[in-house]
């Protein structure tokens, strides 16, 4: 957050931040109260906020129609995010659609199971054996919600992953959901980064991640716009300068490390980073009780020129792995987010200080113990820590050297050629979005975080959990691998 005092009749606060919102986000809207007013219009436009001090409120939102229905993103051939909404589906439409779902797939897949296996090995021969073409199936990962276990049998050769799993449907704005849970399905296409990011041939990839900040040349030409505003600010003037404030900004840069930008494995970083500044900032509702940066922060609290960001990063001691290192179990919810302080200069150069925010600790802090219960209703959650499973069992195979040993050089599924994942408009840029709100006596504006993974870090012998009453184990060894010519998944 960018902190400054304008030394106005009434204190305002003002609040930026990125504004796009990744492939089909369901965005909640603020909500119209006794005290509060909300007024919401189309996407290619910034957010803006304003409120008073007192009990009685009143908030403006210029980004998407978030009120009702679902909102999503679509990204131009320029790179450039714009949001989208459509309407919620209810009632009848919705049960047709379900019960179409259903009878599109076949029995076996469609029927939920507490776990499902996939050997990967056997998914790679089935689909070169169908001329390199994907059915539904493939796609889906047999319909697992969540990569739960990873086994591997020496005497096969197979590399097995487990999960829950049910049937899937397609929602009106493109997200693969279970038929019954809702949560997202794991997709064949994010494994493949995934499992290319650790491949056999032992290269590695340190740290996968993404980033939405501000330019240094945006950061110094906002330092430049508030010094002319003077010191005689009053609500009048909130509009004047929230509009300053974002065009001074300009777009902000969206960055993409460690996977290709033009895939859905880093649409759903993007997302997912998105919509949690949003919600700190109060520009998106939480879907779950949890306190946001907004409702905390007291700009007295921290210097002038702060920059605080936020970053989710994978809960490291997040897998349970067997003596003999045959079979693992990850455990947990796997997201954290924390949050860095930074000073940000006159020329827009940004510096990290010591020392936390107190509000900026309460929305981490409580981001991160609502996460279970966001990722049950707000779907890009659940998908983010499913990338982070994803990464960790790869990282797991690699320094297991399981590719070796199970004789697996992945020719199709490590190929791009072969199997195409770059398909995706690379997110490049956004608008920033601002909020205003009367609170204390300074400026605030907080901008920048992201998403960094460091798969190596879980799968460290110092941060794998034990192995205790040998479950892992035992599962593992009950698991038969008893399979048709050409069957590649079973329950």
Known sequence: MRWQTLGSRRPIVLIAAAATALLLAEVAGAQTTSTTSSTSTSSSTSSTSTSSSTSSTSSTSTSSDVNTGQAGVFVDAQGTLHTRALPDLTGTLRQRRLQAAQAGLAQGVAKASP???VSLNRLEQALAANGGVLTEEMSFLAGLLRLQYVFFYPETGDIVIAGPAEGWIADP???TLGLTSGRPVLQLQDLVVALRAFPPDQTKTPMVGCSIDPTEEGLASMQRFLRTVGSR????????IVNGLRTSLGMQT???DGVPADTHFAHVMVEADYRMKLIGIGLENPPVRMRTFIDSASPGQVSRNALI????VPDYQCIRASEDG???ELVGDGVKLVGENELVAATGERSVVAGANRASKVFVTSFTESYPQLAAVSPVYAELRNLIDMLVAAAYLQQEDMYRKANWEMPLLGSEQALPVRTYPAPSQVVSAVAAKWKGNQLMTPIGGGVQIEPELAVSASNRLADE????SALREQTQLKLSEGQWWWD
């Open 173 to 175: 704005i493109g997200r």
């Open 326 to 328: 045959l079979a693992i």
């Open 254 to 256: 969206v960055r993409v």
């Open 469 to 472: 009453g040998n479950k892992v």
């Open 233 to 240: 600010a009053t609500p009048a003037d909130t509009q004047f």
């Open 309 to 312: 960001r936020w970053f989710f």
């Open 115 to 117: 776990l499902r296996k």
